[in-house]
């Protein structure tokens, strides 16, 4: 691994042709652009999703919405993932959807052009493996593993591999979070960066196939399963490597009296995670899974004043989030808040519009054009923070991040 690399881990800042930052615009911008959105042209990348429950069938739904690429075809041995994805597919596309028996027959079909991997959290690792030899583009869902040690043997691949690898990190892409970056990096409004918080506050986990999200064996934690999203975006506000981390996070109201097959959840539901950056930047996250409705904030504090980037949303039915940055710098025209939100059709789309974005990062990349995806470095660093934050929750403990990258044995793809 190169030496410089850090760098490229946290912030995506690659010195080289055709990457951009992913907030290169602001989402007012993106979302002129994309209001009267029409795709031109008939799709030529046909696109296979391994995995069709719920953020599979989002990715359908949104592949189809943007028109740049064709869903051409799914793969699930669980035969009624794959009914509802047909059934849901037949509503809003004319296209014919093709069922695959089985994943080798799947992934070697000439006409797939690109493979979206939505699969659950640990069989990420075995079913790359499975279709590496493809070399064809790649989307794997958040998280890349459960294990910090199949997630270096991802990251050494990615290095090596004929295509590009992109992560399912479509929280970057969410308006609130693109506007308050393009204050914030490309402005400097708030001048040098001091501290930064961030929070979450939403209903327990819904429900999933063999319910495999209320155990930390399939999931990887609470921490790396759900929360990766926010480590990603702390780390890459922060952009420099992080020292140490201290949590405190445990299991209060869900799922305590839940078992399946024998197993009783041990998901946690709750957590608190304070971090140290090099340079003296100081962080915090907060995860709270019992709330009524979805609120999100993050908060960044510099030497010019203070940003809030939020959104207040619901999982009830016909609702519609809406997200808002307020910038508290004397003159600054959002020191009293400006709404953000994507126009309703992004917005509705798929995670507040993200996921649309986020294909278009895909397919830009696929026609080897300027794209701001995910790439697995970053998505190394994010389940990396997430692990030492559950072993300080389980241990009591202040984690050295180095300390604790050495331990798992991945220091040999990082540069401190």
């Known amino acids: 691994m190169r030496a410089n690399s850090l760098l490229l881990f946290i912030t995506g800042e690659r010195r080289l042709e055709g990457i951009v930052r992913f907030y290169h615009e602001t989402s007012s911008q993106r979302s002129v652009r994309v209001e009267n959105f029409v795709a031109a042209g008939k799709p030529d990348c046909n696109l296979l999703i391994v995995g069709c429950g719920m953020i599979g069938r989002e990715h359908m739904r949104v592949a189809t919405l943007l028109g740049r690429a064709r869903v051409h075809g799914v793969f699930d041995p669980e035969s009624e993932s794959v009914r509802q994805a047909a059934a ?39 079913i790359l493996q499975q279709i590496k030899h493809t070399g064809k583009p790649l989307f794997i869902e958040k998280p890349m593993a459960t294990r910090l040690d199949d997630a270096r043997s991802m990251l050494l691949l990615a290095e090596e591999y004929p295509s590009f690898i992109q992560l399912g ?11 308050a970056f393009h204050e914030i990096k490309q402005n400097s ?11 979450e506050f939403r209903p327990p986990f819904l429900n999933k196939v063999k319910q495999w999200n209320k155990f930390n064996a399939f999931s990887g934690g609470t921490l790396v399963e759900k929360c990766c999203h926010y480590f990603d975006l702390i780390n890459l506000m922060a952009e420099t490597r992080i020292d ?35 340079g003296g930047i100081r962080a915090s996250f907060t995860l709270n899974m019992f709330s009524r409705e979805l609120y999100e904030d993050l908060s960044v504090t510099g030497e010019h004043g203070r940003l809030l980037a939020s959104e207040y949303s619901s999982f009830s039915p016909g609702s519609r989030s809406r997200a ?32 649309f974005f986020e294909h ?20 190394m660093w994010a389940i ?21 990258a050495a331990e798992q044995g991945i220091n040999d793809v990082l540069s401190w």
């Open 88 to 126: 849901e597919f037949a509503g809003y596309s004319s296209d014919k959807l093709v069922v695959y028996p089985d994943l080798r027959s799947a992934v070697d079909d000439p006409a797939i052009d690109a493979i979206f991997v939505c699969t659950p959290n640990f069989t990420h690792f075995e």
């Open 384 to 404: 990396l923070v997430a692990s030492a934050a559950q072993q300080s929750a389980a241990t009591g403990q202040v984690i050295s991040v180095k300390d604790f």
């Open 244 to 278: 140490s981390v201290y949590a405190l996070s445990g299991q209060a109201v869900n799922f305590i009296d839940f078992s399946y097959e024998g197993k009783v959840s041990d998901i946690h539901d709750h957590a608190f995670v304070v971090m140290q950056f090099a």
């Open 324 to 355: 808002e940055i307020m910038v508290e710098v004397d003159g600054h025209p959002a020191y009293q808040g400006k709404e953000v939100t994507y126009p309703a059709p992004i917005e509705a789309s798929g995670h507040h519009g993200a996921t």
């Open 360 to 379: 278009e990062a895909l397919l830009d990349q696929f026609e080897n054009k300027p794209h701001d995806s995910a790439s697995c470095e970053q998505g």
């Open 189 to 199: 409004s708030l001048g040098a960066i001091k501290t930064i918080a961030m929070s």
């Open 169 to 179: 990190m479509q929280y970057r892409f969410k308006s609130q979070y693109v506007e």
